[in-house]
């Protein structure tokens, strides 16, 4: 080993010391909130455990995870779509989640075959439209498949397929109905859109308060970040001049995506791990968690903010297994270039 | 490690892709390509040219102010693009209050599709042409551009047909970087809902959970990108681009005066209001109304991680590719040769795909080599160090490529003849001339590491932020208000090497003054 080696040697050691903390638990994660670091040192103080952080996209973090193999500091696995837990899981890097009380207060389809991951939040796929041009009679139990119906041309706004959020959507349809129904189903549900593809969630919303389209399809909590005033005077005029609807309400239910962790097969502090995801479905976090990104909460007895359960509360969820989003997920994509929706 | 991609098999999804999108990414790509070439080259070519050749109000403020937009990282003048010319954006609530006019009244088209794309991308980019051109034309001899005169050219003929075939090579390579840099955008024509290469690169990977076919699409990009430099030095070969003589004399300012000084600084100040005047304002706009309790500890450290990170990078990529070029030059090794062009295509990998490339790389040196003891490159400041290297190197190559070849074959001759050669000659004949090169190839680094963010993201230690990673954690989810802060904080980190690089502009040539 020659000098230049030990220099380098030395110096990632010095980098490196973080990691020989006895309590600690590292998270990955792709959940982003400005609220995060006050929850995280909430539990460093209830529990002495300290957070480490990497935030960043799902799929890069999937990557560094595979890498890093045996040899990976990762704890946790924290993300915001369905799709890359079934990832994580179909490679094999998680285990089992074992705590009673996880399982005692999470429904079975929010959490992973085998428990091997659990929702934290939920958020819904809703529509939401413009009372000024939709008619009671039209908005009455709509569901997605409606949208594909000739009365809907050129009025319905949506983001791009390359949003996860719209391939969790597809996945579900193919999921219940199958490709080539579904398939068909998006042919036509394409030659309704309003205008290209573009934009963000909030920007759909946007596009129905101004005329630009009379339907949207976009989150739910997005009308309640709107509505805070947070992201500005002109958002929250637009939130204000549409409604939500919740689809497929004498059927299936709408729509339902999550926010959700798991822990990894090698991860270093399993324990610590645990008892960080006890925590963050706990009443108190949970109901703060809410409170901050207008999710709906897991616990039965906690309640959704304000603002976003004056839209509803207690609608029909659908049941479809948010596994199967994961193992939809390439059909869905392919499925939606085949139909064009850009 | 991306191209060896190539090598593996093939999956079930390039027939999907085929048959389906392959031609949408190809043909937007492309469009992108020569949109933004031509644009830039314009913008570039023209407003170095004005400020060269031309005295005027304004003209030195202009001179450097040129180079501001390269602060803004296309992605952010996407967002804010958005933000005032949509329907109902500032610009034409703006227009709409003026002449009172209907809610239904959109006055600015469009904006997001391939020309507006077009337009954010070579709003940002043009500075790396302006950089090259406006050197090169102050280098230029002023004989020739009398002898010009003289045969009874116009000020217009002078300058393409004699101005402009002269630069042409610094000006191919400053045109390289704004191809390599556009085509492996992913925010800007993501916002933008456009499909290109970069694009279906992401979709095939986060959608469809296929990396490998994912990195042999980015492969195939890079071919063509390889192809691309190919071409170009082969076609330059046979020219000599060296000047003979070194006996300097700065070419005289023709004094404009009136209502042409005006169209002038008209010319050139407008590039500046779109590229860097409008979205910072959009920016602050957005932060003021947003709150400004960011400006916390936790601020701070990303800001000084961002610094001390961008100048470490900068510093050992300049001497890396000063090395590199200075063996091209006087050993002729082809090895470096290739190495060089090599490194440089890092730049035009879209950046998540070459982080991943990185990862897979260090995890085989974390276990092959350094297996036995505890410490890792994955996650590490000097991974990332390294990383940053890889992405820029290209930067810091084109200026000392442009560099050497202003030095003329002569003065290495002469120096041999006084028995000087290898380190002796680098160091005391070379690096003195190269001293602007060598800076400003550490400027340029240092400002693409200041807005680098995918790299960062999947390599970086736990608990460490750099200011883009803390603008991408809300941008990500378009909540452009909490963004705005940082996304002023890295605008305004990255005009610190500018400033530099410009003050270092306005001294480089005292006979200009």
Redesign the interface.
Known sequence: MNKFQKLIITLTTIIFSASALASEVNVYTSRHYDSDDALYAEFTKKTGIKVNIISGNGSALIERLRVEGKNSPADIYFTVDAGNLWKVQKEGYFKAINSESIKSVVPENLRGPNDEWVAIAKRARVIYYNPKSVTKNEINNLSYEDLAEPEWKGRIAIRSSSNMYNQSLVASLISNHGIEKTENWAKKFVTNFARNPQGSDRAQIVAVANGEADIAIANSYYIGIMLSGKSGNDQLEAAKKVKMHFPNQDNRGTHINISGAGILKNSPNSENAIKFLEFLLSEDVQQYMVNISFEYPILDNVDPHASIASFGVGFKEDRTSVADYGKYNPDAIRLMDRTGWK | MVLASLLGDYSD?WA?LYD??LVDYISNTLYLIIGVSLLSLLIGTVTAWIVTTYDFFGKRFLEWALILPLATPPYILAYTF?GFF???GTANNFIRDIFSLD??FIFFPNI??IYGAVIVFSFTLYPYIYLVSRSAFLNQSRSMLEAGRMLGLSQFEIFYKLSLPIIRPAVIGGLMLVIMETISDFGAV????I?TFT?GV??T???????KTAMQLASILLIFVATFVWIEKISRKKALYTSGTSTFKPTKKIKLLKYKAFISFFICFIPILIGFILPITELII?AI??NLSFFNE?FLLAAMNTILLSITAAVLCASIALIINFSIRFKKYRFSNFLSSFLSLGYAVPG?IL??GI??L??LI??NILFN?D????????GLIFAYIIKSYALANSTFESGFQRISTNLDDSARTLKSSGWNLLSRVHLPLLKTSFLTSILMVTSEVVKEL?AT??L?????DTLA?ATY??A???????AAAPAIAIMLVGLIPIILLTKMISSSRPMDK
């Open positions: 999804n999907h389906y999108v958005t949509d329907a109902f809610q239904s997001r599709n993501d916002h933008f809902a499909q694009t992401f979709r990977w986060h959608g469809m959970y296929d990396l957005w109304s947003y936790k998540l982080a991943v990862v897979q260090f995890a974390d276990q003891s410490i890792i490159l994955t996650g590490s400041i000097v995918p993201l999947i970086r230690p736990f608990n460490f990673v954690i809300y990500a989810e378009e909540r452009m208000f909490q």
